[in-house]
Structure formats: C-alpha cells, structure tokens
C-alpha cells in the first residue's frame, strides 16, 4: 500500500510546509516533487538528509523544552493541590 502524497494529499502533514497543490505537483519545503523530475544528485540527497538531521534535532530540543515545562505546571499544580483552604 502506498502512503504516498502524490497519492492523497489528505496525508501530508501541514508541518511538512506544503506550499501548493496543482496537477501532479506538489511542492514541499522548497522541493518540487513532479513525476518528470530526474533523481538527484547524491550531493543534493546528502544535503537535504543533513537539513533533515538538522530540522530533527531543533524539534528533539523543542520537544525537551516543552517536556520540561509540562512537568513544571503539573509540579505546580500538584503544589497548589496541597496547599487547600484547610492547609494554608
């Protein structure tokens, strides 16, 4: 089964920055992704798998921040639960 965007474009994440839709084209991050377009270069994948390795490592840090935050309100929360009317 194909999973593909080409495919349904119902499936691509709007993360993934999809600037349009049109006939057998689809543009994603810069990258036009056409059925006509020859394979890249190796220097091109290699480039794009290193923004990729980029763009994963920001989200990985982003997603610790936030982690650590969300921990932070619930500490938070927990305290304030105790701190009641009775224990104040």
Not at 8 to 19: A, K, Q, R
Not at 55 to 65: F, H, K, P, S
């Amino acid at each position: 089964m194909c999973v593909c965007p080409m495919a349904n474009p119902d499936l691509v994440p709007m993360s993934l920055g999809v600037d349009y839709w049109r006939a057998e084209h689809l543009e994603v991050n810069g990258i036009d992704f056409r059925d006509d377009i020859p394979p890249m270069t190796e220097n091109e994948l290699l480039q794009m798998l290193s923004m990729q390795e980029e763009e994963l490592q920001m989200l990985r840090e982003e997603l610790a921040i936030k982690d650590a935050r969300i921990l932070q309100l619930e500490l938070e929360l927990h305290n304030l639960d105790n701190v009641g009317p009775n224990n104040v």
